[in-house]
Each structure stands twice: as structure tokens, then as C-alpha cells.
């Protein structure tokens, strides 16, 4: 799989991994890249350097904007692992059987989808994860988290704020497409879908 960098307009080809999942460290201003041998750094020439789960086959990364922690979801198994960006160690999240997608709130809660195929939260402490209702089956694409802490989904019919403590998610925005991923930078949303990103601005959520 190829990963890029969009600069200027451009896209610019990270050539040196098979890129499969990005995150970024806002507060450190990094860019974390999961791949199929580990996790890497960006570097200033559009290079990754390793950093992180040597030999592992990461598929999913999420950088909480609250700690050094870096949250990657590494294959075949799909589990969760928090990484400490410090020490250069790692610990399984238990109770949480996989995780196809996911993102990590304030305060530590897991939301994530995993085989079932329907949205769940594992609230920080609690061993049993809560199912969110009101969305339907495989139709989630997408997590984030938003500057004021708010967890965003993207589904197939839109955006969904889901709150830990309301298993009725709030439904923010339609969507006449289907996304593919999801990020905020400060008043702006930017939506990706198959060949196309769309920019928002955030009075719409």
C-alpha cells in the first residue's frame, strides 16, 4: 500500500515503508507511521525512521492528544496495544477482544468496532465494554477526536458524536458519501472518501 504526504497541494510518496496507518503527535509535532514492520517517525525529507514494535504488523495507530501513549491495533489478531513513545514499551489494552478501528478520549475510554461490527466504548477501569445503538451494522469507517474531547464517527450516513456516558450517539452531520477517514485541526474537518478529501469548517459539527 502506498502512503503519501499531501503538501501544498501535492502528494508527495513515502517511499521507504509500505505505509498502512498514520497518526499524528500534535503537542510533539510528529508523525507516527504504521507498518507492516513496526512503527516509524516522519523525518523532514518525507523518510520513516523506525521508533517503535519492531517486526510487528501494525494496521491501526490513534495518538491521543492527553499523553505519550500511542495506541496501534497490530495484525493478525487485531488487538490493542499502547505504546509508551518514552520507554519504547508496550502493554496489551485488555477487554477489548479487537479493534478495526478506534480512538482514545480525555479520559482514557476505548471506543472501538471490532468483529461484531458495531460501535462499542470500554470505559476506562470497567471490564465490560457498552454497545452504542441507533447505528447501523458495518457502516462505521472512522474515529476521532475533536479539540474539545468530543469523539467523532464516521459512518456510511454520516457523523455521530458518541458520548461514554449516553449509549445514543448524537447525529451531527449527513454525509452523501461514504468516508474513509476522519481528522479535526482546530476550526477545520477534513473528510476523506475513495480519491477525494473534503474540507469542512467546524460550525458544521
Not at 517503535?52 to 488487538?79: C, G, I, R
Not at 451531527?172 to 481528522?183: A, E, H, K, R, Y
Request: hydrophobic residues 40%; proline residues 4%; glycine residues 4%.
Amino acid at each position: 500500500m502506498d502512503q503519501y504526504v499531501l503538501r501544498t497541494g501535492e502528494p508527495i510518496l513515502i517511499d521507504n515503508v509500505r505505509g498502512q496507518a498514520a497518526a499524528v503527535d500534535v503537542k510533539n509535532d510528529k508523525v507516527y507511521i504504521a507498518s507492516d514492520d513496526g512503527i516509524g517517525i516522519l523525518n523532514a525529507s518525507d523518510k520513516v525512521q523506525f521508533a517503535n514494535l519492531k517486526d510487528e504488523d501494525v494496521v491501526q495507530l490513534f495518538k491521543p492528544v492527553h499523553s505519550d501513549d500511542l495506541y496501534a491495533v497490530t495484525y493478525p489478531n487485531n488487538e490493542i496495544y499502547v505504546v509508551d513513545t518514552i520507554k519504547n514499551e508496550k502493554r496489551r489494552v485488555e477487554y477489548v477482544p479487537c479493534a478495526f478501528i478506534l480512538a482514545v478520549d480525555a479520559e482514557d475510554n476505548v471506543f472501538y468496532e471490532c468483529d461484531s461490527k458495531y460501535v462499542k466504548v470500554l470505559l476506562k477501569d470497567f471490564q465490560e465494554p457498552i454497545e452504542f445503538v441507533g447505528i447501523a451494522k458495518n457502516s462505521a469507517r472512522a474515529l476521532t477526536v475533536d479539540e474539545s474531547n468530543r469523539v467523532i464517527l464516521a459512518a456510511n450516513d454520516g457523523l455521530y458524536w458518541l458520548k461514554p456516558d449516553n449509549i445514543v450517539p448524537k447525529k451531527v452531520m449527513n454525509l452523501d458519501f461514504v468516508p474513509s477517514g476522519i481528522v479535526f485541526n482546530e476550526d477545520v474537518i477534513y473528510i476523506a472518501t475513495n480519491g477525494m478529501i473534503y474540507k469542512y469548517s467546524n460550525n458544521c459539527v
